[in-house]
């Protein structure tokens, strides 16, 4: 059965209409109870399947056009990564992925970012200590060949708390690490909480300006992001928890208008690598909000002069060279060897 939403009925699906449905807005339900479903389909998805039939909207509809978010051509983290609150702070995001995304210059500790190193970048955090994830992104501005923006993301770090807290000086620390040893030029950085504001001070005596910004607080951040991916000006790596996150968002009403939501559950498939499969991320949005807070501040304080041509089918031919993010991390979480 098809759950419904607020545009669209619950339904008794057919075999064949199965593989046009979201895999997670579908329920299997026994088959004596198919004359009832049939009869009185939200009453089922209600009662026997828990769900409140109708009551929000996925605002994403195609799992296609997520997809197209992805490219083998841009560097990501594919899952995860702890940054437990009784380690030292000093380097320890920076020493996790700076052979992942960083070249060494040959000048003391000196990187360069592996894509348009010189370009401005925009930070965004969403800050969370032990009950969510928190989530970094980075991105910067392209050009396509029509001469349009591209927000091209540089990187998502997603941070899972263990049985202890997220280290949130881990995050300060990292972001100094950006721009002292990683050469990035950080035009804007932001974060999405209050609670912040003694990082985002302290980030300003650095030289590194950081403002408090929500994407929660009204919904066109995530329906400007969501019209430029349905044009295709939005391109990253693949990591599999924006990408269920994207799959979970939901509108829904209230007396202001709509608000940009997530489905309702606890996490799952943690274990579980398989980008077709797995639903890694489903129940949140931590990591697109990060996301989406980057391109934003590309919006707001970017400049459109993009040194870097974004040429899809020159892109599409391109092979980055380097061991792929997916299996760095299975050797890592499973002490594989990957042979080929």
Sequence with gaps: MYRGSASKEAKVLEDFEVENYDITEIY???IDIKQLALE???????DYCGYPSGSDAKLISNPETIERLFTDNLKNLYTYIHAPASQAPEGLLWNKIK???????GKGNLYEFYRNPK???FLSVDLSVSKDMASISMCHLETNKKGEKMYIGDFTIVILPTKEEINIDAIFYFILDLKKYGT???KMTSFDQFQSSDIRQRLNRHGIESIRYSVDISPEPYLNFISAMYQNRIKLGKNL????NMKSLVTIKNGKGIKIEHEKGGW?????????????GYYGKDATDSLVASCSLADLYGTDNADYIWDEEQESKKKLN????LETELKNKYNLIIKK
Aim: aromatic fraction near 12%; proline fraction near 5%.
């Design 119 to 121: 370009a401005e970048r």
């Design 322 to 325: 380097s061991v792929s993010f």
């Design 184 to 186: 990035i030029n950080l």
């Design 241 to 244: 928890i924006i990408k269920n």
């Design 99 to 105: 052979n992942e995304f960083f070249v060494y210059t």
């Design 28 to 30: 299997n339900v026994p």
């Design 40 to 46: 009185a389909p939200n009453k089922i998805i209600k």
């Design 268 to 280: 799952m498939d943690l274990d579980n690598l398989n980008w077709d499969t797995s639903k890694m």
